[in-house]
């Protein structure tokens, strides 16, 4: 009994809690209602007839009904409702009347409402402004018309309106309607009461929504007017009034055809005059000539067109209305027949002539196949050429003008299948290093023919070829000296091709024998798939290249001599960037990836990989890419300028330094070093060296690492790129890049390389030949490449590069004793050529003090700028230069400044002079010639020194 009692209230207690929590929890989450998105017009208005968007949002239940309701003047406009509803656009038609609109969103729920506020907001007409275009206060003689046009400023594009031009004549108090349009433009005529005139424009809309302009005035005078002023008068149309078969100037695609409308006008005044051109009753233009040029023009058109002259008084007179009708269209067509020429073996480029006899602008469309099956390879190509692969195959160019005028050339293409055979020659030249001394006595092997180099460091081969062209392994071997190799370099048939290798002294092991090569792979990829992980190799025996690439390379010693450098470049042999330009280069490592672009080659490029190890062993391979682009060329090609043609620095710059750098590796650079000279002395020697004018934009590269022995020898060849002289493209277009070209005797000349327009250095040719001799002229040219050929060479001029020569300190001598206090210093140039006869040669001397070891003397003066300028010593040709010592105003340089000292050297001391400023130069306002023997820090040589080799000590006496 009392089990059967506890269940019951147990079972009672859980029904009663259960039936609380369903009374809890079915307590209602507030409903709410947001508008998130409300009427905000264009610039906070509504313009007539505008749908307007309308968005809210609920909260608090997942499923409601919402209505929407819009009121103007307490009347409903628009309403809508519907299930989960929150967005609602209203169409235009709603808001045909202007003034305030009020609207509410109401959203049910079960039992709960909820409702926004009422939110408001106003439809105003959709004109903002009406601009009346004629000017304001002119005169015009009785009896003519008068031109009113305007220009109306709407909330709505595309929106047409009607306009009620509207009339205050002379002596009346009221505006009349002068006449209806729904142009911008209308004429005012029978004018026949003198006197004043007010005019206004009243836009309607919707029938009865009117906005007004400004009010103009003007005046009409009587033809009798004998005022001070007189009206313009205008006669002599062209084309004549009613002609027909009017031909148009030219045309393009773009602006159509393009006339030339003339008249003449006078004014008896000589007042300044105005013309406003109207074609079709539009004002097109206004302008102070009697000529203006039209585009928009059609074959077979015909247009009216008047002319409004004015005079800078007010005074206008409208002439009558002209028309003229445009003659019909006539077809393009094919002058020539389609022409082929072979560029650089693996491309072959197809060029013809076709014109047009209305001088309509032409563009090309280029199909592979035939009639009955053809493919389109380019549209709309602006240059009357086209590159492709030199395959077989059947084409048709298609030539088009602006107004469906055509015409078709089909032709067939098949590469000549004749072999070219027969003897060529390779003449290889060695030196220690880029524009380093030659190398004789050099071993030559090339595909097992050896040679010797001579005492001009060159070695001499002639091969039959059978085929074509063959491929060559050159090598390179001498005692003392690392190793050299070429691999893979094409050799064609009845070629003289030059070689030009270096042949390091060896840094470890001086035993060719002993020595291996590394050994290099190398792979090429398509850019675009490499970077994405895709290893997609191109294979150079069969593929087109018309898009960038990456070479990834690796390299591995054969030997204990780990892997120094590796470059690659497109069509040059690779090495230091001051002497090569871009390539891809690295330091350390034995793997390595580069990118290059190829949209500014085309044809068969050599593509090269040169890999160093720390003994200078050098392995260079060359493979072929098969680069194939078709840039249009769409304006005018620029042909390269020259610096000097515009009093901006010289064209060709020769350089002779003493102490040879090895242009290849960062270990050799020369540092700039300047520990002597402070910062006011280096200043004014820059502003001596005249080689150092400002050159717009020249700059020397100091990352990087046939000249007589110890010496480097080679011009700088500068011109002014496109992208200087038109950096906007604005009148030319860039080109590829550039072909520089060199001559001996000024006329016969020989490509010598090529750099890209977008390269870093793209206004900069350094050429390091061994070719080059002190005393021996050398002229040089340039021009621009494009993918239909390059442009006429422009010729930069001649240099002649100077020798060496050495800086003999004649006295005081070395180890001299009793010299004077105040000696006479003497200094000599010994030369060893008659290059350098008529040469400036300027000096800097210095005296040491070998007692106080920071301690030294210079001669200098001080400018009008109140600075201290060291002071230099020139002469004309290779003779002795005496400095007294009596003569100069001196400073003594410590660590505490720079000091004048005007007393003599101290007693019985020991001194040591020395020159540490030595070059020679000449200059002729196109080039300069520069041979540097000494640079302590200058700035003179372009590596930052050449250090002295001559110190002269000396004993001072007593007196």
């Known amino acids: 009994m009392k089990i059967g009692k506890s269940l019951y209230l147990f079972i009672f207690s859980l029904v009663l809690l259960l039936a609380l929590t369903s009374c809890i929890t079915r307590q209602p989450v507030p409903l709410t209602v947001t508008i998130t998105k409300a009427v905000t017009g264009i610039n906070g208005v509504v313009p007539v007839k505008t749908s307007v968007d309308i968005q809210w949002a609920v909260g608090g239940v997942d499923s409601f009904n919402s209505k929407i309701v819009v009121k103007k003047d307490g009347t409903t406009v628009f309403e809508k409702s519907g299930a989960n509803l929150t967005s609602v656009t209203i169409p235009e038609d709603k808001f045909t009347q202007l003034g305030e609109y009020s609207y509410f969103v109401e959203v049910k ?58 009339l205050k004549k002379p002596n009346e108090s009221d505006f009349t309607l002068a006449g209806t349009t729904t142009n911008k433009v209308f004429e005012l005529d029978n004018l026949n009461d003198v006197g004043n005139y007010s005019v206004k424009v009243i836009a309607v809309e919707l029938g009865n929504i009117e906005i007004e302009s400004p009010v103009i005035v003007f005046q009409v005078a009587n033809e009798t007017y004998e005022g001070e002023n007189h009206f313009p008068e205008i006669w002599n149309p062209l084309p004549e009034n009613g002609k027909n078969n009017v031909s148009w100037d030219f045309s393009s695609f773009n602006y159509g055809a393009i006339v030339t409308l003339s008249w003449s006008a006078t004014d ?8 406003d051109v109207y074609v079709d009753n539009t004002m ?32 206008e007179t409208k002439s009558d209305t002209w028309s003229f009708t445009l003659k019909s269209n006539t077809d393009p067509i094919f002058e020539t027949p389609i022409a082929s020429e072979v560029v650089k073996d693996s491309v072959v480029r197809f060029t013809w002539t076709a014109s047009d006899i209305d001088n309509d602008e032409l563009l090309y469309d280029i199909y592979s196949g035939t009639q009955e099956a053809s493919t389109l390879l380019e549209k709309d190509r602006v240059g009357n050429f086209f590159n492709t692969e030199n395959k077989n195959g059947d084409y048709i160019v298609v030539v088009k003008d602006p107004f469906g005028g055509t015409a078709e050339k089909e032709f067939s293409y098949t590469p000549t299948t004749e072999s070219l055979t027969g003897n060529a020659t390779v003449v290889v030249y060695v030196t220690d290093a880029k524009s380093g001394p030659i190398v004789p006595e050099a071993n030559i092997t090339i595909n097992n023919s050896t040679a010797l180099t001579d005492d001009t460091g060159m070695a001499t081969f002639t091969f039959n070829i059978s085929e074509d062209s063959t491929l060559l392994t050159i090598e390179a071997t001498k005692t003392n000296h690392a190793l050299t190799k070429v691999d893979g370099l094409m050799l064609k048939a009845g070629e003289t091709k030059k070689v ?129 682009n078709n840039n249009d060329v769409k304006s005018h090609k620029f042909i390269p300028q020259d610096w000097a043609s515009y009093g901006i620095g010289t064209n060709l710059d020769a350089y002779t330094r ?36 400002n050159k717009f934009g020249k700059s020397l590269n100091y990352t990087i690492e046939s000249a007589p022995n110890n010496t480097n020898l080679w011009v700088e060849v500068w011109w002014i790129p496109a992208d200087v002289f038109d950096p906007d493209q604005e009148y030319y277009q860039w080109p590829n890049g550039y072909n520089i070209y060199r001559s001996f005797d000024g006329s016969n000349w020989e490509k010598i390389g090529y750099v890209s327009q977008y390269a870093k250095t793209n206004k900069v040719f350094r050429d390091y030949s061994p070719e080059l001799e002190p005393g021996k002229e050398v002229h040089y040219a340039v021009s621009s490449v494009y993918d239909d050929g390059e442009t006429e060479m422009h010729y930069l001029g001649s240099v002649t590069p100077l020798g060496m020569f050495d800086v003999q ?47 030294h003397l210079l001669p200098g003066y001080i400018g009008e700028d109140g600075k201290v300028y060291q002071q230099m010593y020139d002469v004309v040709g290779p003779y002795p230069v005496n400095i007294n010592y009596l003569d100069q105003q001196w400073f003594l340089l410590n660590a505490n400044g720079l000091f004048m000292y005007n007393d003599y050297l101290q007693p019985n001391k020991t001194y040591s002079w020395a020159v540490d400023l030595a070059y020679a130069m000449t200059y002729d306002g196109i080039s300069s010639a520069i041979s540097v023997s000494i640079d302590q820090g200058y700035g003179v040589d372009p590596f930052g020194g050449v250090d002295a080799d001559a110190f002269n000590t000396f004993t001072t006496g007593s007196n």
């Open 658 to 693: 003493r102490m040879e750098i090895g242009f290849y590796s960062q270990k050799n650079n020369i540092e700039k070093s300047n520990i002597k000279l402070n910062t006011l002395i280096k200043n004014n020697v820059d502003k001596k060296i005249k080689a150092f004018e």
């Open 268 to 275: 008896v005044d000589n007042d300044y005059l105005t013309f």
């Open 809 to 855: 300190l004649t006295s005081p001598s070395m180890l001299a004793t009793n010299v004077a206090r105040a000696p006479i210093f003497e200094i000599t140039p010994i030369t060893n050529d008659h290059s350098l006869d008529n040469a400036t040669f300027e000096y800097a001397l210095w005296i040491y003090d070998l007692v106080q070891s920071d301690q």
């Open 284 to 315: 097109t233009a206004t302008t102070d000539k009697m000529k203006l040029s039209l585009s928009g023009f059609s074959p077979e058109e015909t247009h009216s067109w008047y002319v409004v002259a004015k005079d800078d008084k007010g005074f």
């Open 109 to 166: 729920s079960g039992e709960q409402i909820a409702k926004t506020n009422n939110l408001t907001f106003n439809v105003v007409p959709s004109i903002k402004e009406i601009k009346l275009l004629s000017e304001n206060n002119t005169s015009i003689m009785t009896g003519t018309s008068k031109i009113i046009n305007w220009e109306v400023f709407s909330y709505v594009d595309d929106r047409n309106y009607e306009y009620k031009i509207m």
């Open 500 to 628: 030009y290798l270096t042949l390091r002294k060896a840094e470890l092991n001086p035993d060719p024998d002993t020595q291996e090569l590394p050994e290099v792979e190398f792979h090429v990829y398509d850019y675009s798939k490499y970077i994405s992980g895709e290893l997609d190799e191109i294979s150079l025996d069969s593929s087109i290249v018309s898009g960038p690439i990456v070479v990834t390379i690796a390299a591995k010693p054969k030997s204990n001599d780990h892997i120094n450098i590796i470059y690659a470049s497109l069509g040059k042999t690779p090495g230091s960037s001051f002497m090569t330009g871009d390539r891809g280069y690295t330091s350390g490592a034995s793997e390595v990836a580069f990118a290059f672009n190829t949209f500014d080659y085309n044809g068969l490029t050599d593509l090269h990989i040169t890999v160093y190890d720390y003994n200078d062993n050098q392995i260079e391979l060359v493979k072929y890419l098969n680069i194939l």
